[in-house]
């Protein structure tokens, strides 16, 4: 029920993002009728310079808070491949080390991805995800352990260096892909652009009442458009809380985890 709450949020966003404009608008127009009311001769139409300044700030705040959900969103997908590839990588180079410290190893390396697995699928219920991070930290530990033990094992000088250096790049890319799932943007902007839009929305409300007619088709449609691209950049922003998901990525480690269960070799060595 948490997944299937939070998996609805985008729409309840844009939801009471288009009614709270909407009100916002009334607001405005209500204002300015009151003050047209109490002084028609010193109240003024509101300066081209103000609603300028209001709504290029607003312009300016979705332009950039959606440029930066999408480069947030590309990277993501770029750390899924990387991780996928750093985990193939360790897995192959198992080979080096000798034949009976292998089994376990290999079990535990099937355990790690199907844990890096349950982070996605728990995603974004966070305390979830912190206890399989949790999980996953320990899991490493004993990753390292054992292969290090098993390296002093190989007849091989070089083996401790290449099964290593690859379980490093293996957990040096968990780490960076834990830090795009948490990196967002900070509370402060998507406030500052909620407080923005709703000025502008007062503003435009305000502006109807100088001719004393509603005109609600163009107080609708910028309610919708503006509301639109706020949810397009909040489901950006998030990618698996809405409609855009990063899934199909998801598919390389889904791959990485069917070659260890059939004990097919990996595909390439790097």
């Known amino acids: 029920m948490g997944r299937i709450a939070l998996a609805g949020l985008p729409f309840f966003v844009m939801g009471g993002l288009i009614a709270a404009m909407l009100v916002s608008i009334e607001f405005g127009y209500r204002t300015g009728l009151r003050r047209r009311a109490r002084s028609p001769e010193t109240t003024?139409?509101?300066?081209?310079?103000?609603?300028?300044?209001?709504?290029?700030?607003m312009g300016l705040l979705i332009a950039f808070t959606f440029a930066g959900a999408g480069v947030r969103f590309d990277n993501r997908r770029m750390l899924i491949a990387e991780e996928a590839n750093a985990i193939e990588k360790a897995y192959f180079r198992l080979d080096l080390l000798p034949p009976e410290s292998q089994p376990q190893l290999r079990e535990d390396f099937r355990a790690y991805v199907r844990g890096r697995l349950a982070v996605t699928r728990n995603l974004p219920n966070m305390e979830a995800v912190n206890a399989d991070l949790k999980q996953l930290s320990t899991l490493q530990g004993k990753i390292w352990e054992e292969a290090a033990d098993a390296t002093k094992g190989s007849s091989s000088p070089a083996t401790q260096m290449l099964v290593l250096s690859a379980l490093n790049e293996m957990m040096d890319a968990a780490t960076r892909r834990t830090v795009g799932i948490i990196s967002h943007l900070p509370l402060l902007v998507w406030v500052l652009l909620v407080l923005t839009v709703l000025l502008g929305s007062f503003l435009t409300g305000y502006s109807m009442s100088m001719s004393r007619a509603r005109d609600w088709l163009s107080g609708i449609i910028f309610a919708i458009v503006i509301s639109s691209s706020i949810y397009v950049t909040f489901d950006y922003e998030y990618p698996r809380a809405g409609l855009i998901r990063v899934d199909d990525v998801d598919q390389?480690?889904?791959?990485?985890?069917?070659?260890?269960?059939?004990?097919?070799?990996?595909?390439?060595?790097?």
């Open 252 to 270: 390389l480690l889904v791959q990485t985890l069917e070659r260890m269960e059939v004990s097919v070799p990996i595909s390439s060595v790097h």
């Open 44 to 57: 003024r139409a509101l300066s081209p310079v103000v609603k300028a300044s209001v709504f290029g700030l």
